[in-house]
């Protein structure tokens, strides 16, 4: 019976022994390997001292050991909490004190890189790092690798309730903020997407995304659930994706706006390679562009096309069948199996077709709300709208943020958001969090952040910012420069301009609006 997230790693072992399991360069795993691995590295977890319910941070490039670490922190019956490898030690010291995490697993190079602040995480007792040697001044510090080949024997200590995974998101407002999920949560979604994607023990998934991302850590659930191959890639090219398809015999990639964008440049040789491999794409993070949806059907004519909407906070909501490509290219699709997906009007009624509303998620994979935030998660965690007789009145439903309108044939499409939260290359941006940074590396007095329409990137980021008095003439290139050493690129606006004054309110906040408006009409 599987209702623990590693449940699914044993019942493929036992079903598939000998078959490939991971595959991260040149190291390659078959599932009585990776299952052995995976429950050694979760005994030994638990005489290190985790206990039910510690927080494990793991902070790696994509690599084997990065999953062997998601699943051997489920089978230690704690809860991991996956960072994305690029980002900087500030934000990096963001998650480590706001989820209290008690260990974290990294390698040499990221330990280096956020060595100086360690020491201002007390709640952090166990570092697990691949050379240990280079962990100076670290708390108490262990090999990896070790732990995965030293016999262990764990015993189940949770149920399919407990929390799992705490995933950081960028809100509207405010630092990244940890969504947690569910062992019930994620064993659900990985359920759904290999029933609608038809996923079995033969397919073989390129993790293009970072695991951080739900979608991510989904194309590896779901894998795992079905028995098949999990092939790690980190990439900087378009052709080295390309390249990896071919010789792995790929036949699904997850991606957002922007890899596809990179695929369909004529330097990735997509549309010149034969892939009679790859079965599917699917894309999330981001309406696709029509004219890349054309490229994309032009380049892989034979392969695919699924388009998916999906939020942290409920995992994925829609997707468009690949037969309604060609009849609704623009459609956000219907709601994904075992889900209802309604729109609801300001009055908490449901909207007739062609009335904009906002997009409400009930089912298995709405989340358990925000890590350390009861104010926030009841916000977006409301009572059911319109339970049907007998239902439970005080089921939870995730109320999006998102507006959508549905077509008298049920089809969604995406309108708007309700924030002003920015989604830009996939990654859900908080501008309160760039005017930060903005702010610390400039002479500047107020700062507002806002996207603008991208055809690659969904979103991208543009600046408006009022200096200092007697700041002198300052040069836009040259603080976005600065601006790279304090935050990942996508995070850094692609313009910035210096004003003497912001819209504002007449409650005296920001007007975003009036800002987008502004950016819209030059």
Known sequence: MQYLIHHMLSESAAKYPSSEALVAKSQRLNYEDMATQVANAAGNLRELGVNRGDRIAIFLPPSATLPLAIFATAQASAVFVPIHHGLFPDQV???LNDCGAVALITDAVRLERIQSVLPNVPTLKLTLVDSPDDAQNAPETYSWDSLGNHPSSPTDQCIEKDLAAILYTSGSTGRPKGVMLSHANVLAGAEI?????????????????????????????TAVLQGATTVMISFRFGREIVSQVIEEKITGLAGVPSLWSLLAQPSSGLGKQSLPHLRYITNTGGAMPQTLLRQLQEQIPSTDIVLMYGLTEAFRSTYLPPEQLELRPTSMGKSIPNTEILVIDDTGKRCRPGETGELVHHGPTVSMGYWGHPDLTANVLRPHPDPLPGHPKDALVCYSGDLVRQDEDGFLYFVGRRD?????????ISPNEVEDVLCQVAPLRQVAVIGVPDTVLGQHLVAFAIPQENAGELNSATVLADCTAKMPRHMVPKEIHFVTELPMTSSGKVNYPALRDEASSN
Not at 204 to 218: I, V, Y
Not at 420 to 428: T, Y
């Open 193 to 221: 997407v290999s029933d609608y994607l038809k996923l079995s023990n033969t397919d073989r998934l390129l993790a293009a995304l970072p695991l951080s991302f739900d979608a991510g850590l989904n194309q590896l659930t």
């Open 420 to 428: 002003n939260q920015i989604k830009s290359a996939g990654f859900r």
């Open 93 to 95: 010291l963001h998650i």
